[in-house]
T-cell receptor
């Protein structure tokens, strides 16, 4: 079984300040983890992916995430927020054993103020 | 641009009716996935096709059906529509058939049932 919990439904930051979006997961087997971003009226776009290689994963647009097995976390960070980062972010888990579908978190809405 | 095309963008219909949503995957991708996104349920996996064959089933109602054609485009058929079927329906595609392949999402079809 697998599940994912995004700890904040909304996060508000000022432009130029750091971003932290929190995600905890559970998985019976070795997981693959993703972060997707959804801008208004758009489909989801892959930001980054972890599949048991390096624990610090770099993605597009300056985002990165760190896989911490001991904490079952995969938090998304960015050093300096930009107005264009305002969107909804989804943490996603699947298992690397057998055939497993994706489980999406409920999403975190990132609000960026000038 | 993800390369995944969904039509129509918007659909308004009455309860009890039937509609068909269409998806053209990214060039070269063999898998097509259908997701339903609603405010209360979040993103729910409905069904996956790989190279014309059904590969995995998620929370798809019996009133819903899908198929993938030889040219790899897919259609999602929703019948006996209810108010609760109002949602954003996304199609995604990937090269492989396992769910840890990155997904490329279309911009969705917004279905409103009145």
């Amino acid at each position: 079984a697998q599940s994912v919990t995004q700890l904040d439904s909304h996060v508000s930051v000022s432009e130029g300040t750091p971003v932290l979006l929190r995600c905890n997961y559970s998985s019976s087997y070795s997981p693959s983890l993703f972060w997707y971003v959804q801008h208004p009226n758009k489909g989801l776009q892959l930001l980054l992916k972890y599949t048991s290689a390096a624990t610090l994963v770099k993605g597009i647009n300056g985002f990165e995430a760190e896989f911490k097995k001991s904490e079952t976390s995969f938090h998304l960070t960015k050093p300096s927020a930009h107005m264009s980062d305002a969107a909804e972010y989804f943490c996603v888990v699947t298992q690397n054993s057998g055939y497993s579908t994706l489980t999406f978190g409920k999403g975190t809405m990132l609000l960026v103020s000038p | 641009d993800s390369g995944v095309t969904q039509t129509p963008k918007h659909l308004i219909t009455a309860t009890g009716q039937r509609v068909t949503l269409r998806c053209s995957p990214r060039s070269g991708d063999l898998s097509v996935y259908w997701y339903q996104q609603s405010l209360d349920q979040g993103l729910q996996f409905l069904i996956q096709y790989y190279n014309g064959e059904e590969r995995a089933k998620g929370n798809i109602l019996e009133r819903f059906s899908a198929q993938q054609f030889p040219d790899l485009h897919s259609e999602l058929n929703l019948s006996s529509l209810e108010l609760g079927d109002s949602a954003l329906y996304f199609c995604a595609s990937s090269l492989g058939q396992v769910h840890n392949s990155p997904l490329h999402f279309g911009n969705g079809t917004r279905l409103t049932v009145t």
